[in-house]
């Protein structure tokens, strides 16, 4: 069935230092890829997204690229702060709008 | 982004009772909400999507006579866990779909004693 993978599980980073998470899909219809973050007990917030028609996006400190043909997708956070410290959740979708979501990254960046 | 409400933000009952989950959403009018169940440390599993007007669409696994779900208009959905036990204790989040991205509620606390 349709499949999302998610690595790494756990992501520590000195503060200052660049993030990266990576995740890659099973569906090849999949055609938006969101990605939240979640703060202990509260709710996913998204945070950036990408179409299937867009190889990179960005905005600010964060970024996307997507590898169509790989099926992979990315999310990068350069110059991380205390704050950006949380579970970040990469997400697949076709037409349907199910999401199909990663099992999570626990981001920490240590100051 | 849309703006989405839950209630209540946390519950404890006792084992055979029945607890009734809102969500809403407050700025436009969704036709289609989510629900959602969260244990501690995992991630998001989809239980059901709801459809206003329709029977709502449950995922494989997931017991439609114990998770009620009724979307009797285009701003409330409403998730009743039927005779809580234990192990029906997490965390409970809908979202609704604006255009293509899902905007989550803050989410439902609930511990069957």
């Known amino acids: 069935g349709e499949n999302v993978e998610q690595h790494p599980s756990t992501l520590s980073v000195q503060e200052g230092d660049s993030a990266v998470i990576k995740c890659t899909y099973s569906?090849?219809?999949?055609?938006?890829f969101p990605w939240y973050k979640q703060e202990l007990g509260k709710r996913p917030q998204l945070i950036i997204d990408i179409r299937s028609n867009v190889g990179e996006k960005k905005d600010q400190r964060i970024a996307v690229t997507l590898n169509k043909t790989a099926k992979h997708f990315s999310l990068h956070i350069t110059e991380t702060q205390p704050e950006d410290s949380a579970v970040y959740f990469c997400?697949?979708?076709?037409?349907?709008?199910?999401?199909?979501f990663g099992t999570g990254t626990r981001l920490k960046v240590l100051a | 982004g849309a703006v989405v409400s839950q209630h209540p933000s946390w519950v404890i009952c006792k084992s055979g009772t029945s607890v009734k989950i809102e969500c809403r959403s407050l700025d436009f009018q969704a036709t289609t909400m989510f629900w959602y169940r969260q244990f501690p440390k995992q991630s998001l599993m989809l239980m059901a999507t709801?459809?206003?007007?329709?029977?709502?669409?449950?995922e494989q696994g997931v017991e439609k006579d114990k998770f009620l779900i009724n979307h009797a208009s285009l701003t409330l959905s409403t998730l009743t866990v039927t005779s809580a036990h234990p192990e029906d204790s997490s965390f409970y989040i809908c979202s609704t779909r604006y255009q293509e991205t899902q905007y989550f509620g803050p989410g439902t606390r609930l511990l069957v004693l």
């Open positions: 997400a697949a979708t076709s037409g349907t709008y199910k999401y199909i």
């Open positions: 569906d090849s219809a999949s055609n938006y």
């Open positions: 709801s459809n206003e007007g329709s029977k709502a669409t449950y």
